[in-house]
Antibody, heavy 126, light 107 residues
């Protein structure tokens, strides 16, 4: 069974740091892009960061650039999100998700996120 | 940065009715990168449509997508009880933008 399981969420004071993890199983991990998407309470979805299968291509949303670091360990089938200088507005459920990224052949195409984790909650508050 | 604006914010309909959800981009986007997700309370999103009009394998045929340029539409031909949820459009471009969502609620 294809599965993504997040962990590492919790309650943290502003300015603090937290590391989220996502354990993947049931598929060939290094052939997929991996993503972090978050959802603040009662709000919509926000794409946070993504990383290519080999880890060489990384994207960050402007709202987290310079504070968050996405990484992966393909030997451990794991995805990580290191979050520093946390702010109140970082409070959200953080979802781990997989996709194929942009498929170039025969033409550029995006197939969407086909597997999501259940999410881990991060609360930033004093 | 591309902004996606969804309308209406809330759609109140009865089971069996047709739902039409709009997603408008602030500038022309590639239809190959336009995706729709469904999200039910307390759950992670689910892929509904990708590439503007393609359904994932096994997803109900009552869901269809269309559009190009700046205007995209998700249509649910006949609402089933399990379709009442929030729907987000998403463009996988340089800013990975989501729309703010349309809630389809039971009238």
């Amino acid at each position: 069974e294809v599965q993504l399981v997040e962990s590492g969420g919790g309650f943290i004071q502003p300015g603090g740091s937290l590391r989220l993890s996502c354990a993947a199983s049931g598929f060939t991990f290094n052939t997929y892009n991996m993503n972090w998407v978050r959802q603040a309470p009662g709000k919509g979805l926000e794409w946070v960061a993504d990383i290519s299968g080999d880890g060489t291509s990384i994207f960050y949303a402007d709202s987290v650039k310079g504070r968050f670091t996405i990484s992966r360990d393909n030997d451990k089938n794991s995805l990580y999100l290191e979050m520093n200088s946390l702010r109140d507005e970082d409070t959200a459920v953080y979802f781990c998700a997989r996709d194929r990224g942009i498929i170039v052949v025969p033409f550029p195409f995006y197939f969407g996120v086909d597997v999501w984790g259940q999410g881990t909650t991060v609360i930033v508050s004093s | 940065e591309i902004v996606l604006t969804q309308s209406p914010a809330i759609l109140s309909l009865s089971p069996g009715e047709r739902a039409t959800l709009s997603c408008r981009a602030s500038q022309s986007v590639s239809s190959n990168y336009l995706v729709w997700y469904q999200q039910k309370p307390g759950q992670a999103p689910t892929l509904v449509i990708y590439g503007t009009s393609r359904r994932p394998t096994g997803f109900p045929e009552r869901f269809s997508g269309s559009g190009s340029g700046t205007d995209f539409t998700l249509t649910i031909s006949r609402l089933e009880p399990e379709d009442f949820a929030v729907y987000f459009c998403h463009h996988y471009g340089s800013s990975r933008t989501f729309g703010q969502g349309t809630r389809v609620e039971i009238k």
